[in-house]
Each structure stands twice: as C-alpha cells, then as structure tokens.
C-alpha cells in the first residue's frame, strides 16, 4: 500500500491561498488520492479527491503531477476557521483498499489573522 | 440525511474496567470502520466491516478488543478489561463501495479516559 509523506505544520495568514503537498512515491495504477479535514474534537471530514490531473470543488483543488507521485491540495483564501488537520490518502476505493491505511500525522494548518 | 451517530460521546472509567462503544453508520452504507486516535496522532484502524462481516481485524488487539455488527447495520466495539493506554478517541466511520468512490464518512467519536 502508498505510503504518504506530508509536511507536519504550515502556518498562514488570513486571505492567502494554501497549498499542502502529499509525496507518495509507490502509487499504484488503481490508486485514488483522498484529502480529509479535522476539527478538534470532530471526525475527519472529506474535501476532495481525485486520480489524475486537476480537481476543483467548492472546497478546494488538487493538483496531481502526470506521475502521480505527488498531489497537492491548494485551499484559496484561507480564513481562521481553515485552521485543523489535512490527511491525505492513497487506496483503490474499488477493492476496499484503505483497508490498511493509516492516516498519518498530517498536516497541522494554523492560519494567523 | 443524518450522519454517522456515535454514543456516548465521552466516557471515563477506571483501569480493568469494561467499556463499550456505539455506532450507527449512515443508512445504505456497506462498510464500517472503527478508528483509534490518539493525541496528536491520525486515525488508525482497527476494524473493517462488509455488512456484518469482519474482513479485516488484523489491528484489533483481540486479547481485550471485541467488535460485532448485527444484522450489518449498528455496530459495538468493547474493551475489557481496559488499560491505562486505551484512554484515547475511538472513531467510527462508514462508506459505500457502490457510491462515491468509497469516501468515508466519520462520526464524532467517543473520548475515552481510563484512570
């Protein structure tokens, strides 16, 4: 299974545009790259995936490199309530493949006012 | 549509205790997962359900650990007799294999404190 490499902490200030990379050098063919948000005291919460080019929702975007070895999630305009923990993830959602997969520590994103 | 319920919400219990979890996955949803997160630390999983079938409880520490999920709806997971290293958030989350690229949707988890 993708193993996932991810900056610990990043600080912002309010207003600026994010970008968090995720390296994940042994992707496989059938991978999907996953990013979830965490609120203190909440669950993880989905923002976006997706398995090759660029993604756009009303969230965020992601951005993946042809290799596939990479993503990076680009949050525009951050404000203080962007402010928790971003996982990414790398699994074939088809064939159950998040079954071994630990999300990380993630990235801590503290956005400054 | 509601979300992934998890009862209770906080739990405090002293060591060698029993203690037991709740979840409710969200209506439709196939696949149950229990997490266990620990301060500062991402979620870990600890099992996997396909409706009421345990498809991967190699996490789970089966010496104190149990998990069911009847009829492959509401699921428990228990721990007994806890110890001081369990005190920790276990989170529950469900998906949908058919939909949506089996996104997982978390509940709020139950902060567990053993004293």
């Known amino acids: 299974l993708a193993k996932t490499t991810q900056p610990i902490s990043m600080d912002s200030y309010e207003g600026q545009e994010v970008n968090i990379t995720c390296s994940h050098n042994?992707?496989?063919?059938?991978?999907?790259i996953t990013w979830y948000q965490q609120f203190p005291s909440q669950g993880p919460r989905f923002i976006i995936q997706g398995y090759k080019t660029k993604v756009t929702n009303e969230v965020a975007s992601l951005f993946i490199p042809a290799d596939r070895k990479s993503s990076t999630l680009s949050l525009p305009r951050v404000s203080l309530s962007d402010t928790a923990v971003y996982y990414c993830l790398v699994g074939d959602p088809n064939s159950g493949g998040y079954q071994k997969v630990t999300f990380g520590t993630g990235t801590k994103l503290q956005v400054i006012p | 549509e509601a979300g992934v319920v998890q009862s209770p919400r906080y739990k405090i219990i002293e060591k060698k205790q029993p203690v037991a979890f709740w979840c409710n996955p969200i209506?439709?949803?196939?696949?149950l997962y229990w997490y266990r997160q620990n301060l500062g630390q991402g979620p870990e999983l600890l099992i996997r359900?396909?409706?009421?079938?345990?498809?991967?409880d190699s996490q789970l520490p089966k010496d104190r650990f149990s998990a069911e999920r009847l009829k492959g709806v509401d699921s428990t997971l228990k721990i007994q007799p806890a110890e001081l290293g369990d005190s920790a958030v276990y989170l529950c989350a469900s998906s949908n294999r058919g939909r949506a690229k089996n996104i997982q949707y978390f509940g709020a988890g139950t902060r567990l404190s053993v004293l």
């Open positions: 209506s439709g949803h196939n696949t």
């Open positions: 042994n992707i496989a063919t059938n991978d999907y």
């Open positions: 359900y396909e409706n009421e079938e345990a498809v991967d």
